[in-house]
């Protein structure tokens, strides 16, 4: 199973893209391949419908969101929705990365948790015929700090990723037959 995880942070040291780090290390773990795409390491220019699409930062990561089995997306949450980066990142794909596709969301926010971003990135899923996953994760104040190995230091948040990505590749497995 292939998944395609994008970091959608423009921070340097996100606490987003070092949970989407420890999300690949356990898609790993659960048999899938899984492909980080850091917008943070790999800008991409704005979009903009009226440029034939050219740069490597854009077409390898739509090749792979179309190649792919299933897709998270995780952003950092900024004034109660995603970042800029990963909205310009979705503003090249389309329904060839996402029709029928089981779709995870996450987020980060400074605050308790980041539901306004999630489901920001729900509602662009199903504009471009994506699958939302019931579940999300989100993580917030103290659940944001990671061991220096990249793991979640609270427990509970630990358990709750895991549980949500059994939850998720499972669904993917039943949508992709």
């Keep these: ?15 987003s893209t070092t949970l989407c ?6 898609l790993e773990g659960l048999g899938c391949t899984a492909i980080l ?23 390898e990561p739509l090749h792979t969101l179309r190649e792919a089995d299933g897709i998270v997306l995780a952003t950092s949450e900024y004034h ?3 970042t800029g980066v990963l909205k310009n990142a979705l503003d090249f794909a389309g ?7 089981v779709v995870l969301s996450v987020s980060s926010a400074g605050g308790a948790v980041g539901v306004s971003s999630l489901q920001h990135l729900q509602t662009i899923v199903r504009n ?8 999300w994760i989100s993580i917030g104040g103290a659940q944001r700090e990671f061991t ?23 669904m993917i497995g039943a949508f992709r037959g």
Excluded: W
């Design 95 to 101: 329904f060839d990365q996402f029709d029928g596709k």
């Design 128 to 135: 471009v015929h994506g699958i939302n996953c019931p579940e």
């Design 21 to 26: 780090r420890y999300i690949v290390k356990e």
């Design 80 to 82: 109660g929705s995603l």
């Design 148 to 170: 220096a190995e990249g793991e979640p230091k609270d427990p509970k948040t630990k358990e709750r990723v895991l549980r949500t990505l059994s939850y998720f590749t499972k």
């Design 37 to 59: 795409f850091d917008l943070h390491a790999k800008p991409l220019p704005f979009y903009s419908p009226d440029e034939e699409i050219r740069d490597a930062n854009v077409v």
């Design 1 to 15: 199973m292939k998944i395609a995880v994008v970091a959608g942070s423009n921070r340097k040291d996100s606490t």
